[in-house]
């Protein structure tokens, strides 16, 4: 390798900050030969160019694309592991049929989310195709999605070498796939058309959300990428994940990733061969508050409560439920006062520590979020105070203060589109609130005080 270290670790802690991944010491080859495309691509005079270039470019440019294409494994075939998909059949699916059929609502959706170039969706598709000799009286929504672009045009295309259909009925391999090239053979357009590929940063919080439609689905199928992301992510994804489930809604991911805290309040079901989880009653569907959240951590166990589930059927009982998870560790009550106090005092380095040994012993938590996000901006990291506000964020969707944290650490970083943006939210989640109310303690500023700072932000030059 000849490219400087220090580069080499920035290119791994731009792959982590943008597309969740850790980058293993056997990766960081392809992390530097996508940092070299990426230059390529952009005609830029050096790697640290390059660097600099990707931190305000978004992930569908061709540069970073160049990259994504790099460094991401798109390992995937039909039917991947048969027996796995013979339980998406009997567990999921045809159960979900017959009770739609009941129900006379002929409407399912699908996801598979980390498609790569398409083989597990289109498997679906065949499924779906199999088992409903009436489909056209069915509305049938199965969306695909991955960050790689390219991965997603050959999906779209539905091209195909003989290995990756392996593990395909013979019969339906006469039947479905037309050998357009040598070795090379084409799903029926019939079946292609089934499917919805879009490009999707799972790592982005853009989902759920009816905007996009990635939301209310009855299973979404998400396998071999968890693994890849940092354990923030892999919680922050399942989460995410789990409420874009329609009530009685299944997630299945691979054994490796089924770790069932991940995907809190889903319910386990050990199926034979496969781990599933289902959004049973309907709890996953609702948006986490901070005091939820934090709540879940610390009480785990505690059962969801039961919601009535809009426009969606009661959740039949699951067929095998497994036990809840452990108990979460103690928490250090007093850490977050100590660090507040501490960061007062201007000692940022060790009320960040605090705060970090908050987190890692208590799980997220918003306050310590939004006051790491706080400490790091103080003290220069804003990179890493981004992502702390971006985890606050998470936690209260409806946070003016994690918002306008966001604001202030994008704008000082110069992303002027995303300061913009967290700003104008900062003013509408404030719009209904008297002048005099109180936003966060954090802050101890008031929804007037708040909301006039944030319209200074969007006055200045930063919204052109
Ligand atoms: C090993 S493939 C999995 C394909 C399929 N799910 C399977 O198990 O057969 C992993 C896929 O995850 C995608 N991926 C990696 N990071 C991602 C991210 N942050 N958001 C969305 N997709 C991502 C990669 O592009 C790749 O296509």
Known sequence: MSTPEPILEATCRAVEARLGHVVPKFYVERAEHGLQRAQAVLKAPSLEATLARLESLPIGSPAWQSLIEAITVGETNFFRHR???AEIKNTILVPLIEERRKRGLKRIDLWSAAASTGEEAYTLAILIDELLPDRRDWTIRIVASDINEAALATAREGIYRPWVLREVDPAVRAK??????????QLSSRLRQMVEFKRLNLCADLYPDPATGFENFDLIICRNVLIYFTPAEQLAVA??????LAPGGWLAVSPAEATAQWYKPLQV??????????NVAGEAAKPK???KVAAEWRHRGAKPKPAAPANRAPAPAAPHQAAEPEAAPPVTGEALSLARVMADR?????????CEAYVAAAGPDFDAYLLLATVCLESGDLRAGFEHARRAAYLDSESAAACYMLGTISYRQGAREVARRN???????????PADAPVAQYFNATAGELRASARGYLGEPIVA
Do not use: H
């Open 83 to 85: 027996e796995w998909f």
């Open 239 to 244: 989460s995410r994940l789990a409420r874009s």
């Open 289 to 291: 508050t901070a005091r």
């Open 176 to 185: 479905e796939f037309t050998e357009i090239r040598p070795s090379c053979f």
């Open 346 to 354: 201007g000692d940022y380095q060790n009320a960040r520590q605090l």
């Open 423 to 433: 700003m104008e939210l900062v003013v509408k989640l404030l719009e209904a609130q």
């Open 269 to 278: 079901v050990n199926s034979l061969g496969a781990i599933f989880f289902r």
